[in-house]
T-cell receptor
């Protein structure tokens, strides 16, 4: 069963628009971690953020912000005022403490295309 | 200084061959991983080692054999390559902190093409 769902496969936005990427996860663990990674066209995987299940504070880092809601099992990611350099595939991932040995279960990714 | 490095970056080979991919990390991490990314970009864990000990072995064909000579290296050997093995293989590492799942640092990937 898919533990992490990223429903939007490809999202195109015009530069300077905001874009929100949805991530819904599924777990029976009470302790878990959520991550976002970016994969630009060059192919490497770049870590963006880690959140544990006890920390529901939203986070902002520059133009990036994350909204964690345990009640809806969602960990959404917003890019504000998008730029062409934001064009990439973004992956949400889950790591469960009581099951998983720190393995990352990835969603299928959101391909973001920022049009100049 | 490259944190997690993989060699080779590209590997093109014929079906039936045996090949290896090497991974090294200079971050002092205890745990290393292999992930496979298929043509649809889906990333899936294959193996994980902690201090040279195998701790995750997903349902991967036994043609795939990881080897960890020391905690800074995790190599992946693949026997009798098949067309379906074509993918990008990522190595990753993370520090081991009890009760905490730290972020994993990924290598640049090895694109394997089986002809």
């Amino acid at each position: 069963a898919q533990k992490v769902t990223q429903a939007q496969t490809e999202i195109s936005v015009v530069e300077k628009e905001d874009v929100t990427l949805d991530c819904v996860y599924e777990t029976r663990d009470t302790t878990y971690y959520l991550f976002w990674y970016k994969q630009p066209p060059s192919g490497e995987l770049v870590f963006l953020i880690r959140r544990n299940s006890f920390d529901e504070q939203n986070e902002i880092s520059g133009r990036y912000s994350w909204n964690f809601q345990k009640s809806t099992s969602s960990f959404n990611f917003t890019i504000t005022a998008s730029q062409v350099v934001d064009s990439a595939v973004y992956f949400c991932a889950l790591s469960e403490v009581n099951y998983g040995n720190n393995r990352l279960a990835f969603g299928k990714g959101n391909q973001v295309v920022v049009i100049p | 200084d490259t944190a997690v490095s993989q060699t080779p970056k590209y590997l093109v080979t014929q079906m039936g061959n045996d090949k290896s991919i090497k991974c090294e990390q200079n971050l002092g991490h205890d745990t290393m991983y292999w992930y496979k990314q298929d043509s649809k970009k889906f990333l899936k864990i294959m193996f994980s080692y902690n201090n040279k000990e195998l701790i995750i072995n997903e349902t991967v064909p036994n043609r795939f054999s990881p080897k960890s000579p020391d905690k800074a290296h995790l190599n992946l050997h693949i026997n009798s390559l098949e067309l379906g093995d074509s993918a990008v293989y990522f190595c990753a590492s993370s520090p081991a902190t009890s009760g905490v799942h730290n972020e994993q640092f990924f290598g640049p990937g090895t694109r394997l093409t089986v002809l």
